[in-house]
Structures are given as C-alpha cells and as structure tokens.
C-alpha cells in the first residue's frame, strides 16, 4: 500500500469511528428495572400500557417491568437495589420515612385505591366491618396497602388489631380460591377479581373505593394510591432518566382519560381479561375515574393517607412526617 492510500485508509478508519462514538448515545437506552406490584391489576394499569404504546421505547429507555403480586415484596426488591423503582401505593412512602427510609412518589397515577372490601355470600351475617370480627380477611400480603386499608377500616369500626385475622392471599385466582374454600370470609380485592366473583355471586361489595366520592366517605378524603416510587437518593442523581419515565407516564394517563375502556383494552394483553373480555372492558369504563389526568399529586391527598395509617399503625402514630418528602411534581410537572 502506497503512502497515500495508507492516509486516506487510516483518516477513513479513524472518522468512521468518532462518526460511531458520537452517534451510540442516540441507539443507547436507559436499562430501568421496575416492580410491579401485580400488572394485571386494573389500578397498576399504566404501567403495562406505557409498555404497549411504546412509551417507554420513544423516550430512549428500555424498561423491563418485573411483576409481584404484593406491593411490600416490591418495595423490599426496591430498597435492596434490585429494582430503580417500583408501581405501587403511594402509602408506602410514608410508612417507610417513619422506618428512616426516603422514597417518593414521583408520577401518581390514582386518587383512589381502585379497592373493594368483598363479603363471601357464604355469609349474609356479615353485614359491616364490625360484623368481621373474629373472621379471617383476606390480603395480598402482610404489609401490603390492602393490609393497611384492612386495618384501618376494621379500627374505625371499633374492633381492635388483634380481634381479626389478616391472612395473605394474593389476587386474581388465589384470592378466589380462598373466598371459594371459606378460609376468608371476606377480603380487600381490585378489578378484575372483583367483577369475576360479583359475576358468579360468590361474593358482595361491603365497601367500595373504586371512586373518589365513594373513597372520601370510607376514609375521609381523597386517597392517593397507584404511583411510580423510587428512592429519593437514586432520583436525585439520576432525574434525567427519572423525567423520562414521567414523560411516558404523563402520556400514558392523558391516554386513559382520553379513550374508552375498549380502545384502552384493546391495548392490553389478551390474558388480563381471564377470559371475559367484555367484563373487563366495563370495569375499565367505570373505574378509570381513579386516575389523575396528568400524574399530579392531589391536594390534601397525603395528609389522608398519613391520618388513615396513623388510626392503625404503631409505627406512624405520634410520629414526625415531613409529607413534602415523600413525593415530588418536579418531572410531572415538568413532563412533555
């Protein structure tokens, strides 16, 4: 190779690869790991659909969204570094920060639960919270928001911790299950369990918190619940990717509230309709209310739930939270 071709080989070679160093961060997605406490729950319903819409691709982030069915167990994978983040119940935010662990909410996607307190028809005694005393209800897991909402609702009805059984039972199926065999008498459950067992008449609505009106006459004003939360050290350092995330969200909300229970099912994969697809559709149209249009934190909303758990919770009673700290609008606000 003659002098001349070797310089121009070498020029060659070396803009080709500035050419690739410049243009990788353009391919190159931010890997996030995030915990759902159960996706196929009607409440954690942004998560999977941001995924199905490609929200999360179009930000530049490559998200694998991990399904638990209990929020706590999300929350332990969170605290331990095996998650960034996690789509569960704001509540927890608060409990954490009495425990001296900082987490926020940084999208909330709901300003109700979306949960229902089901009686087995076994049962037609049971005709208040007061009437479960003695009996076993059912949760998702010890821990769990269900857990708390359970025992909150059970003090404000004058029967003490201690007077009842709270026993983890999961969702969907073996929730059912465990209604169906009377190992529970009653349970905290979301859509789409509560639609299959009112469908076959197993089971009863004793308290409804699918939405907000109905939310402020069992609890006492709006309840913040489904919310992307993450830890408020990893935010900080990492808000560029964190402002992703929301935007995504954000899109993902405006969707909900801007199409109808069958466009937004159509969405969705064929499993989480458990086989009655119409059913679930209506669900959806009846409970999308819940959501909040823009991932906005709802006014007076954290002072709701920090009175909810301070009615049960040793841990939270007389103790200190600074509710500033445990959520942010910052991104939300912030979001495209």
């Not at 920060?97 to 229902?116: D, H, L, M, N, R």
């Not at 005393?133 to 059912?138: A, M």
């Not at 006459?217 to 350092?237: C, H, I, N, Q, R």
């Not at 009615?311 to 939300?332: P, W």
Request: charged share 20%.
């Amino acid at each position: 190779m003659n002098p001349k071709s070797f310089t121009r080989t070498v020029l060659t070679a070396s803009v080709l690869a500035a050419t690739c160093m410049i243009a990788a961060p353009a391919f190159a997605n931010d890997k996030i790991s995030i915990m759902v406490g159960g996706y196929e729950k009607q409440i954690y319903l942004p998560a999977k659909l941001a995924e199905s819409l490609g929200y999360f691709k179009a930000e530049g982030l490559d998200v694998e969204l991990m399904n638990e069915g209990a929020g706590v167990e999300a929350e332990n994978e969170m605290l331990s570094g095996a998650v960034q983040g996690v789509v569960g119940f704001y509540d927890h935010c608060v409990d954490l920060q009495t425990k001296g662990k900082f987490v926020e909410s940084v999208v909330q996607f709901s300003q109700a639960p979306g949960e229902v307190e089901l009686i087995s028809t076994k049962h037609p005694e049971i005709k208040s919270m007061a009437d479960l005393r003695g009996k076993s209800l059912g949760v998702t897991g010890l821990g769990s928001s269900t857990n708390f909402l359970s025992q909150y609702l059970m003090v404000k009805s004058g029967v003490p911790l201690g007077e009842f059984t709270s026993l983890p039972v999961g969702a969907g199926t073996t929730f059912i299950a465990a209604m169906q065999q009377d190992k529970i008498q009653a349970g905290m459950t979301t859509e789409p369990t509560i639609s299959r067992l009112l469908k076959t008449g197993e089971a009863r609505v004793l308290i409804d918190m699918r939405s907000m009106e109905q939310t402020k006459k069992a609890l006492g004003g709006t309840y913040p619940a489904a919310s992307l939360y993450m830890s408020t050290d990893w935010v900080e350092k990492n808000k560029a990717t964190v402002q992703k995330l929301a935007n995504a969200f954000v899109k993902t909300l405006k969707f909900i509230n801007t199409h109808t229970g069958a466009e937004i099912a159509d969405k969705m994969p064929k499993d989480f309709y458990v086989g009655d697809k119409e059913g679930y559709i209506k669900a959806l149209d009846n409970g999308k209310g819940m959501f909040t249009p823009d991932g906005v934190m709802p006014a007076g909303g954290p002072e709701t739930v920090l009175a909810v758990l301070s009615g049960f919770s040793k841990n939270v009673k007389g103790k200190t939270v600074d509710l500033s700290k445990t959520y942010t609008t910052e991104f939300v606000k912030n979001a495209k």
